[in-house]
């Protein structure tokens, strides 16, 4: 017989969105971070809890199908979208933005213009939805992310 942390460990069956959904929301934030040797953090957290799953299957619940958000929550984070308004308040006194942000909207108020038009029109959206700034190269995030995978 198994000890009973294993048998604790994870679902009996393949891990489904909810069961991702569901570690997630009792957890309240996954931090994200990038800097690891084997996988990002973000998928680490869930695997420990549930077992082996598509990573794939995170990336739809959390990226894809909008109920999660990334936000500066003491760390970067993904929260559940519906946290995010309790943050508000940190983001309004905390403006802090990363790497020379400050600097990139200094020098391209016209495209913050145009992004913050396409947020309102359309919702929240991932920088790849988003349109390129002329003259601003912008990384390749999904070629970053499928090295790792």
Not at 40 to 64: E, K
Not at 115 to 143: C, H, K, M
Request: with cysteine; glycine share 4%.
């Amino acid at each position: 017989m198994p000890p009973k942390a294993s048998i604790a460990r994870g679902p009996v069956g393949p891990v489904t969105a909810q069961h991702l959904r569901r570690v997630i929301r009792q957890l309240g934030l996954l931090q994200i971070d990038y800097v690891n040797v084997l996988v990002p953090a973000q998928y680490q957290v869930p695997f420990s809890r549930l077992g082996p799953y598509a990573r794939s299957r995170f990336d739809d619940v959390v990226y894809r199908k909008r109920e999660f958000t990334e936000q500066w929550a003491h760390e970067a984070s993904i929260i559940p979208v519906e946290t995010w308004p309790l943050l508000r308040h940190r983001m309004e006194t905390h403006r802090v933005r990363p790497w020379g942000f400050e600097k990139l909207m200094e020098q391209h108020p016209e495209y913050v213009e145009r992004v913050l038009d396409e947020v309102r029109a359309r919702g929240p959206l991932a920088a790849e939805d988003l349109p390129e700034a002329d003259g601003v190269p912008r990384p390749n995030w999904s070629r970053r992310a499928n090295c790792v995978r």
